[in-house]
């Protein structure tokens, strides 16, 4: 008898009871069907973590403030005398308030409120829709005047051009100079689409910000990251008399960390879909007991025509792989259809399908129905002539 023989004789027997088939398979298909769309979340996932860094290219530094108190403090011009150095290209030091209340006439919306300067909007990348970004003449005169972000500008004004016209924020009124395309998330979740972006230092004394939190440096090259960072280290140490009050991170580091937490998870997610293949199996070896027990005098009628040890066994193990073979390949339907499906309902996460991983999982499957077969095969192998045509 060869392959192609015992796969029919296996789907005729299996497809003769389909629903106990199906619930069978069951577990194997929810396991390689689970696989498949959590691998396919996590590798979306991991690509929109890298577009995000990427936007924001290679060569950047972000520096973040930890201690409170004057003996952590940074001052504007402090920073800004730094860009004199050949390794760093450009600064943008950023204080944020979030949930600020930005009106425009009758429309009142939360948005948070950026204070920077004008490499901002080159360091993060982000493209003018219409009007003009901040100027050094905005931030030395502390001018109260406003870009907004991609959702601000729709949300507050619709489809009116805003440009020259007055919002109003917690109180104070700022002239919008210019709006910003839509770009996304930034480092950290942020997106310049909900955001207000005005002079640093009109920020800091309009809304009582206080000191400077977060700032943002650009080397020149890659290749200049390294010494860039050493070097605003060294400074950063030299001014606080400590390296503990600060920490600084570049995007391979950034971008790294969020990756592997996001890996983590799905990794520790898969290994959990898993168990249900093992569980999908171990139904396997139930049932394939079961039809042993069922078909005790079909196997003594076939011993006693001549059917060898080996024949019974693997007739009985190629049920079992053809069970978990067709729970694995619709195991991997559902997960190519759940994966497809998923951005539909959840637009913010992204999928993105391995074909390399579902073809793995339904290997899995087939492999876990053939090792939990395995026993009930040799058990019908085994099985007498005389004892099985004498079975009641």
Same mark, same amino acid.
């Given at each position: 008898?060869?392959?192609?023989? +015992?796969?029919?004789?296996?789907?005729?027997?299996?497809?003769?009871?389909?629903?106990?088939?199906?619930?069978?398979?069951?577990?194997?298909?929810?396991?390689?069907?689970?696989?498949?769309?959590?691998?396919?979340?996590?590798?979306?996932?991991?690509?929109?973590?890298?577009?995000?860094?990427? /936007?924001?290219?290679?060569?950047?530094?972000?520096?973040?403030?930890?201690?409170?108190?004057?003996?952590?403090?940074?001052?504007?011009?402090?920073?800004?005398?730094?860009?004199?150095?050949?390794?760093?290209?450009?600064?943008?030091?950023?204080?944020?308030?979030?949930?600020?209340?930005?009106?425009?006439?009758?429309?009142?919306?939360?948005?948070?409120?950026?204070?920077? /300067?004008?490499?901002?909007?080159?360091?993060?990348?982000?493209?003018?829709?219409?009007?003009?970004?901040? !100027?050094?003449?905005? $931030?030395?005169?502390?001018?109260?005047?406003? !870009?907004?972000?991609?959702?601000?500008?729709?949300?507050?004004?619709? /489809?009116?051009?805003?440009?020259?016209?007055?919002?109003?924020?917690?109180?104070?009124?700022?002239? !919008?100079?210019?709006? +910003?395309?839509?770009?996304?998330?930034?480092?950290?979740?942020?997106?310049?689409?909900?955001? $207000?972006?005005?002079?640093?230092?009109?920020?800091?004394?309009?809304?009582?910000?206080?000191?400077?939190?977060?700032?943002?440096?650009?080397?020149?090259?890659?290749?200049?990251?390294?010494?860039?960072?050493?070097?605003?280290?060294?400074?950063?140490?030299?001014?606080?008399?400590?390296?503990?009050?600060?920490?600084?991170?570049?995007?391979?580091?950034?971008?790294?960390?969020?990756?592997?937490?996001?890996?983590?998870?799905?990794?520790?997610?898969?290994?959990?879909?898993?168990?249900?293949?093992?569980?999908?199996?171990?139904?396997?070896?139930?049932?394939?007991?079961?039809?042993?027990?069922?078909?005790?005098?079909?196997?003594?009628?076939?011993?006693?025509?001549?059917?060898?040890?080996?024949?019974?066994?693997?007739?009985?193990?190629?049920?079992?792989? $053809?069970?978990?073979?067709?729970?694995?390949?619709?195991? +991997?339907?559902?997960?190519?259809?759940?994966?497809?499906?998923?951005?539909?309902?959840?637009?913010?996460?992204?999928?993105?399908?391995?074909?390399?991983?579902?073809?793995?999982?339904?290997?899995?499957?087939?492999?876990?129905?053939?090792?939990?077969?395995?026993?009930?095969? /040799?058990?019908?192998?085994?099985?007498?002539?005389?004892?099985?045509?004498?079975?009641?």
């Amino acid at each position: 008898m060869n392959f192609f023989e +015992l796969v029919i004789m296996a789907l005729r027997t299996i497809l003769g009871k389909p629903m106990r088939t199906l619930l069978t398979m069951l577990g194997v298909i929810i396991g390689v069907g689970s696989v498949v769309t959590l691998v396919s979340i996590g590798q979306g996932t991991a690509a929109q973590i890298e577009k995000q860094y990427e /936007n924001l290219g290679t060569n950047l530094l972000v520096v973040n403030l930890l201690g409170n108190g004057r003996a952590t403090q940074l001052d504007y011009e402090d920073l800004m005398e730094l860009e004199i150095l050949p390794e760093i290209e450009s600064i943008a030091p950023t204080v944020t308030k979030a949930g600020s209340n930005v009106k425009y006439e009758r429309t009142s919306e939360s948005f948070n409120v950026i204070g920077t /300067n004008d490499r901002y909007f080159t360091l993060m990348k982000t493209e003018l829709a219409a009007g003009r970004e901040l !100027v050094p003449a905005d $931030v030395e005169f502390r001018n109260q005047v406003a !870009v907004i972000g991609s959702e601000a500008a729709k949300t507050l004004f619709g /489809n009116v051009d805003p440009i020259g016209y007055d919002i109003n924020i917690d109180g104070l009124v700022f002239t !919008v100079v210019g709006t +910003l395309k839509e770009k996304g998330s930034n480092i950290g979740g942020t997106s310049p689409d909900s955001s $207000v972006i005005v002079p640093i230092e009109t920020a800091r004394r309009a809304f009582k910000l206080g000191q400077i939190r977060t700032t943002y440096l650009e080397a020149p090259e890659i290749g200049q990251l390294v010494t860039a960072q050493n070097t605003i280290t060294q400074f950063l140490t030299y001014k606080f008399k400590s390296s503990n009050g600060f920490r600084i991170s570049n995007q391979d580091e950034l971008m790294n960390a969020r990756k592997e937490a996001s890996s983590s998870l799905t990794n520790q997610l898969i290994s959990v879909a898993l168990i249900s293949l093992l569980v999908g199996g171990i139904g396997i070896m139930n049932i394939m007991l079961v039809t042993v027990s069922e078909r005790t005098k079909e196997i003594g009628i076939r011993k006693s025509i001549g059917a060898q040890r080996r024949h019974i066994l693997m007739q009985f193990l190629m049920e079992a792989a $053809v069970i978990s073979g067709l729970g694995g390949l619709l195991g +991997l339907l559902l997960g190519i259809g759940a994966s497809l499906s998923w951005p539909l309902f959840n637009p913010g996460q992204p999928t993105e399908l391995s074909l390399e991983i579902g073809i793995y999982a339904f290997l899995f499957s087939v492999f876990v129905g053939i090792i939990f077969g395995l026993y009930p095969a /040799n058990k019908a192998s085994r099985l007498k002539p005389i004892d099985a045509l004498r079975f009641d």
